[in-house]
Every structure is written in C-alpha cells, then in structure tokens.
C-alpha cells in the first residue's frame, strides 16, 4: 500500500493518541518524540529568555529595525546546519514543502546572524539550543523567531501537546505548535501567550513535568550542537 505524505502523517498521530491513551509509549520512535518534545519546551523557554533579555538591554528585539512597516516580517529559523538543508534551495534535501520563506515573503536573518546579535547584545557566547530530531519526517524539527512591527512571535512544534488552550495547528492542519510573542503579538496570534503567562499555565507546567525517557540522549545530542552556528557557518 502507498500511502501518502499526509496519510502517514495522519497515521503517526493516530498512534500516538492510541498509545497514550493506554497510559504508556512504549515504541522507540513514540519515546523519542515525546523526549524531543520536552526539549522543545526547554528550547522556547530558553530562546525567549534571552530575546526578552536583550529586549531589557536595548529596548527592542533582534532586527526589529529591520521590520519595514506593518506588512513586514523579519524572519530566523533556528536551526542546525544538518537541518538547515531542508529548507536551504540547492541542498539535495532541499524540499518546498519544508521551505515557508520559498516566495521571498519574509525578510531572512540565519541563526549565525541572530546568535552573533543576540551575544553582541548580551556580552558573552551563548548556547545554541536546536531541535534535537534531525530529520523532518512530518512537521519542521527547527524553530521561528519573528520580528514585526507588534513585537516578536517564537514557535515550536509540539506533536504530543496535541491542542490545549496554550497550543494550537499550524495551517497544514495537524502539528500542534506552542507560541510565545510579546504582548502585541500574543494578543495577535491564536492561543499566543506572554513569556511568563505560558511558562506559569497549569497545561504548560503539566507538559513540563512529564520529564524525559531518556534525559542523556537529549543532553548528548544539545551537546554536539551548541556552537554550530559557528562551527558550520552559513
């Protein structure tokens, strides 16, 4: 049986759903995106932290002076290299359906840029903290940070945090997303919340308390990226 794209998308979460009714993960690959996940909520917290941190230091966030009135929108993916080649026009893993800057729409920034920025501003190096599922077998395994005239807007993908009142669909229609922008911004953007209202709400505090399956695979695998960004530029 061929199944498409979306189908095997659709059946993934199916599974998913199936497995954690039961009140266990027990697939390796279920046990892998459920750890991948905590580690995105790490990543959002921990991005968030120092683009409101270097907001405190300047008044503004990275390349807001770069947002050219209120159409416009200054786009980073935060991703690694490895991952950087699904989205990258000319890499041979380049593919369109993983590339939402294909038309030009946004203003582009790399995560080298951004970095730099962020520890000009902050007065010392950074770790840089990247989705640690390498390939993207269904959704985007990297993160957005925009700048726009409202303020700033920062997602992540969530696959087990399905949809809650703090997570919501990207318009593919099936992966859940959990998004922090400034005030403006979360105002703005269907269930976005503030830095400190997302990271107190009871659903994000019961995600967070899940913990990992295993916690060394995740802290190895951050490790080998935490200076990729200069490591492989781009």
Known sequence: MNFGRQSLRILFLSLLALVTACGTIEHPALQFQRDAD????????YWTGLIEAY??????????NEVDGEESWVQVRIASARQAQYFTPGSPKYSVEFDNNSTGRFTEFSVGE??????????????????IQYVPTSSPTWYFYFATSKGYLMWVTCITCDVTMI???????????????????????????VRDEMLSHPTFLEWKSRGFIKEGFVRERERLHYRDSKENPR
């Open 38 to 45: 905590q580690a995105r909520l790490e990543h959002l917290e």
């Open 55 to 64: 907001e405190a230091e300047t008044g503004y966030y990275p390349f807001f």
């Open 114 to 131: 951004f970095v730099a920025e962020l520890e000009r501003v902050l007065g010392g190096p950074i770790d840089e903290k990247y989705d």
């Open 167 to 193: 997570s919501t669909l990207l318009l593919d229609g099936y992966t859940p997303t959990v998004n922090i922008g400034s005030p403006e911004m979360a105002e703005w953007i269907p269930k976005a919340l």
